[in-house]
């Protein structure tokens, strides 16, 4: 998703009104509520919220010129991975094994096996087209985000090809674009 992304991507940047600004604080609140304590932190009401347009349907909300949360159509927002890193408490986690780690890093798509291996852990409660954090074994901070292609129980039982869509990871576009300036 992220792989080549640069400023050039950027289509539009439009700071977006009150009640627009409104509905997506609900909607990150509804998806995260981890984040319930910080939100006035992380998106103040007094500052302006901006929404930057990019090819591929891609959305991304930004304050003081810092990408904090991305989405893709419709989707739901997914927070940026320095985000993740600040609280990453916020999402539902997946591990991968090591074997995958190189694979997850250059933007592969994480497969069934490398989740129920033995070094792979699948959260049980995660449904079907749901973001999640990517963990590696041994490692203590997320390396990619993604999204279910199934849920966790099918990932487990059927264990046979992609389970989660990589999104963003870590040294991809967006992770080297800190600030939109």
């Known amino acids: 998703m992220f792989k080549k992304f640069c400023l050039e991507e950027i289509s539009s940047q439009n700071q977006v009104k009150a009640s627009v600004q409104r509905r997506i604080r609900q909607s990150i609140q509804d998806e995260y509520p981890g984040l319930e304590s910080v939100m006035e932190d992380l998106l103040p009401k007094k500052i302006p919220l901006i929404v930057v347009k990019c090819p591929n349907h891609l959305t991304l909300v930004v304050v003081n010129n810092v990408p904090l949360f991305f989405c893709i159509r419709d989707g739901p927002y997914m927070p940026t991975l320095r985000l993740l890193h600040q609280y990453p408490k916020i999402m539902k ?26 070094g792979g852990v699948l959260d049980e409660e995660v449904d079907a087209e749901r973001p999640v954090a990517i963990y590696a074994e041994g490692k203590q901070h997320a390396l990619a985000i993604g999204f279910t292609k199934m849920s966790a129980k099918d990932i487990k039982s059927i264990n046979k090809g992609i389970g989660v869509d990589n999104m963003h990871y870590l040294n991809d576009g967006l992770w080297k674009m800190e600030r939109l300036d």
């Open 93 to 118: 986690r997946f591990q991968v094994d090591r074997g995958a780690i190189k694979f997850v890093l250059s933007g592969a798509n994480i497969m069934c096996p490398g989740l129920t291996s033995p």
